[in-house]
């Protein structure tokens, strides 16, 4: 695939930006480099989408090489939202995400947050795109793995009881929810526009306004289908309780 050929010039500029401080902190290093996420998914969308990508080393990165790196990771921030990065070799690619796989969002190094996690692999093994490297790299893949991770974060989710009000707080939750039922009970990975209209098939009808308000919130609109952000909390929570439920999974 000719680079850029899917990704977005603002986007581009950022992985470029990484892509040269890779090259010149280490130098013969840089393997492949692979949009996951968003840009992956097809579903990149200017002013809610961040930029998700895995850099392949012929090699382990040592510390200081990665702190000299680190700085060129804010290029990849987008819509309030920090870029994450994960650093792998070919063995992690082909093994699977691990403790030993760097993963970072944000700050270097990240206190959590990574996309050193099974829905990142499963999008790469499902339909990398390749900014740099072979088409199509020899990926781990374990379907109860991913099953059981989507499970366990909609698990978490679902028993969270904060007061979201603010719909840019709720949107993504709600479609990040779709995603991960969908998860846990096909094993494959949806963008999040994809999972919201494969819920709307679905669910009740009770729900449908959240997902479309979510939806559109995600698209561009600038107006509510909710009155107040009392309703659209309460409707949000009990979505993402439903979801949980019909995928099997007990909120924790």
Not at 60 to 89: E, F, K, M, W
Not at 242 to 249: D, K, N, R
């Amino acid at each position: 695939m000719p680079p850029g050929s899917l990704v977005p010039s603002d986007a581009q500029e950022g992985i470029d930006s990484l892509m040269g401080a890779v090259e010149r902190h280490a130098p013969g290093q840089l393997a492949a480099l692979y949009a996951v996420g968003s840009l992956a998914l097809r579903d990149f969308t200017p002013g809610h989408s961040n930029i998700d990508v895995l850099v392949v080393t012929a090699s382990q990165l040592g510390t200081d090489q990665l702190s000299a790196i680190a700085p060129a990771h804010r290029a990849l921030r987008r819509a309030r939202r920090d870029g994450c990065v994960c650093y792998a070799t070919w063995a992690d690619v082909a093994d699977g995400p691990g403790p030993g796989v760097p993963s970072y969002a944000g700050r270097w190094p990240a206190a959590g947050g990574g996309i050193a996690t099974p829905m990142t692999w499963a999008i790469l093994r499902q339909d990398p795109v390749a900014l740099r490297g072979p088409d199509w790299p020899v990926v781990w893949h374990d379907d109860t793995a991913l099953r059981r991770w989507c499970a366990e974060r909609l698990g978490a989710w679902a028993g969270t009881h904060g007061a979201l009000l603010l719909r840019q707080a709720i949107g993504p939750v709600v479609l990040e929810a779709a995603r991960l039922a969908h998860g846990a009970s096909t094993g494959r990975v949806l963008s999040k526009s994809e999972a919201a209209d494969a819920a709307a098939a679905v669910m009740s009808g009770k729900y449908r306004r959240v997902l479309a308000d979510s939806l559109g919130y995600r698209r561009g609109a600038r107006t509510s289908m909710y009155w107040g952000p009392f309703e659209r909390r309460s409707d949000a929570r009990d979505m993402v309780r439903e979801l949980a439920a019909s995928a099997g999974v007990a909120s924790n």
